[in-house]
């Protein structure tokens, strides 16, 4: 229970930093694509005894190059989708296959706080770290090129290498999330907080710590009341982040009149 | 090729039946969710599809109606969040995805936690055709035409309002009721994939078989037929395939139809990528 409390902190500070610039991107799509494919990883790594997070993040660095190189050939969002069901059908596979139980295959898609070990701390911290500090060290180009990317291939940034650089960071983040959130729900921190904070705000630096913040409460409260209720974490991230987005919302709304 | 018993096992039939009206439907629908650049919003509601699916097994009614039920639901929400000007489409889908995930999640759970059914997350999420029960097919068989015909009637409308959304409220079509008719319409559609090759991978008939016919057609027409065909084909070839593989090893462990049409679709898309001939090169 500790340990997910101290991942799941982890987790929501590097999901609301790697949101805010999936929302600024519109990158919804690939953002949620990885996730939800590398869930396969998961399932052939347990098929061949080795450690789901190990497959998790093979399979979503594969699918963040995959969406990468085949959105250079066709529209980016079917490349996505492609490549998201490609994932899948093999995720679907490797079940068939797998004589894992129901539970652990839940656990995979809709996270598990008590499953949640200590061996699993030290790459998750170093994972968010990592990503963390490639995000912020790009943090000006990254910015530049979602807002104005006619304006940043002008200034000489190579937009095509950022956007693989990006999708990877949400690979590595997807990587760190799933033990706790699960696959599935992975995307749901990482898309209603930012939204949130871009609601509050127009200026990107509080929109930025904001979404961390939204994040980190969303996901305190799911641990607490998934604890409480002993029903499954993921469905309090997805219902805490829908209510933080509504919220803010209303907020807008509110302060404008 | 074809195991012992496939020509005469009843589950085959509905399967192949189910298949077809799926194929069909998914292709027609699929044209047009590329067209009007809804991929997302397309897989998004076959999650949204899932909580239907899942709250079915939950209160033990049949899934399709679930499924229908779950993403009809979805699409009014997605459409009504994106009224909002503010807020930029792909937001509001990744708002209503994530809640609906998280409310599968539940339903999945309370159903395992209370039920004495087992495989439900799988069934759900995966499909099994071959165990869909034959009571399904007339009900699918309606909802595919009353889809099929509805979009006839729209086609013409549609197809200006997806291309030249400006064109079409110049002339007085009110684009934005029509955008919902439509996201209802590929709700319905996406519901019926769901049950056939679950709802995970309900996407991959929806876009993979109109992604292929797209790079090869040139006409909207052209590309509905050959969407369908492809999909079609990976059905089919899909169920003989799965149902081939129970015999290919010992333990007698198959493996899923869905992963064998989702294969298939993906040797379509790359095969479309082969060129013809010097000349047609696009």
């Not at chain 1, 933080?244 to 209303?250: D, F, I, Q, T």
Request: charged letters at 10%; glycine letters at 10%.
């Amino acid at each position: 229970m500790i340990h997910a409390w101290e991942v799941g902190t982890i987790v929501a500070i590097v999901a609301g930093l790697v949101g805010f610039f999936v929302v600024l991107r519109s990158s919804a799509f690939p953002a949620h694509a990885i996730p939800n494919g590398a869930f396969a990883g998961a399932a052939g790594a347990s098929l061949i005894g080795a450690s789901p997070l190990v497959g998790l993040g093979l399979f979503a660095a594969l699918g963040a190059l995959s969406i990468a190189w085949l959105g250079r050939r066709t529209r980016s969002d079917i490349a996505t989708a492609l490549v998201l069901i490609g994932m899948l059908a093999l995720g679907a596979a490797f079940l068939s296959q797998s004589t894992a139980y129901e539970p652990q295959v839940f656990a995979l898609l809709f996270g598990e706080i008590l499953g949640v070990s200590s061996t699993q701390l030290i790459p998750i911290a170093l994972l968010g770290t990592a990503a963390s500090i490639t995000l912020l060290a790009l943090y000006r180009p990254l910015l530049l090129g979602s807002v104005a990317p006619e304006l940043a291939r002008a200034k000489g940034v190579a937009i095509r290498r950022l956007d693989l650089v990006f999708l990877l960071i949400v690979a590595a983040v997807t990587t760190m999330t799933v033990p706790v959130v699960g696959t599935l729900l992975m995307f749901a921190l990482m898309i209603a907080p930012p939204a949130a904070a871009r609601s509050l705000t127009n200026r990107p630096a509080i929109a930025l710590t904001l979404s961390s913040l939204i994040a980190l409460v969303v996901m305190w409260g799911a641990i607490a009341s998934a604890y409480q209720m002993n029903w499954p974490v993921g469905f309090f991230v997805g219902a805490y982040g829908a209510l933080s987005y509504g919220l803010a919302r209303l907020w807008r709304r509110a302060t404008r009149n | 090729m074809f195991a012992p018993g496939f020509f005469s096992s009843g589950s085959v039939h509905t399967a192949l039946l189910l298949g077809t009206i799926v194929a069909i439907v998914s292709g027609l629908m699929g044209v047009f969710v590329l067209l009007r650049n809804q991929s997302f919003g397309g897989h998004a509601l076959t999650d949204v599809a899932t909580t239907g699916g899942a709250g079915a097994a939950y209160l033990s009614v049949a899934p399709l109606v679930g499924f229908v039920t779950g993403a009809v639901i979805g699409a009014g929400a997605i459409e009504s969040l994106s009224r909002d000007r503010s807020q930029r489409r792909d937001v509001a889908t990744g708002i209503v995805l994530g809640a609906a995930t998280g409310l599968s999640g539940l339903f999945l759970y309370l159903t395992a936690t209370t039920s004495s059914a087992t495989g439900v997350t799988q069934q759900v999420l995966f499909g099994s055709l071959f165990s869909v029960s034959s009571s399904t097919v007339p009900v699918a068989a309606v909802t595919a035409l009353i889809v099929t015909v509805t979009m006839a009637l729209v086609a013409r409308p549609l197809l200006l309002s997806s291309l030249s959304p400006d064109l079409a409220r110049a002339r007085g079509l009110r684009t934005s009721w029509l955008g919902l008719l439509f996201l209802l319409l590929v709700a319905v559609a996406v519901g019926l994939c769901a049950i056939s090759i679950g709802s995970l991978l309900a996407t991959a008939l929806l876009i993979g078989p109109a992604a292929t016919a797209m790079r090869r057609s040139r006409t909207i027409t052209g590309a509905i037929v050959m969407a369908m065909s492809v999909g079609l084909a990976a059905t089919w070839v899909g169920i003989v395939l799965a149902y081939d593989s129970f015999t290919w090893r010992a333990t007698g462990q198959g493996l899923p139809v869905s992963f064998f049409v989702v294969a298939i679709i993906l040797a379509f898309y790359a095969l479309s990528h082969v060129p013809l001939s010097r000349s047609r090169r696009v």
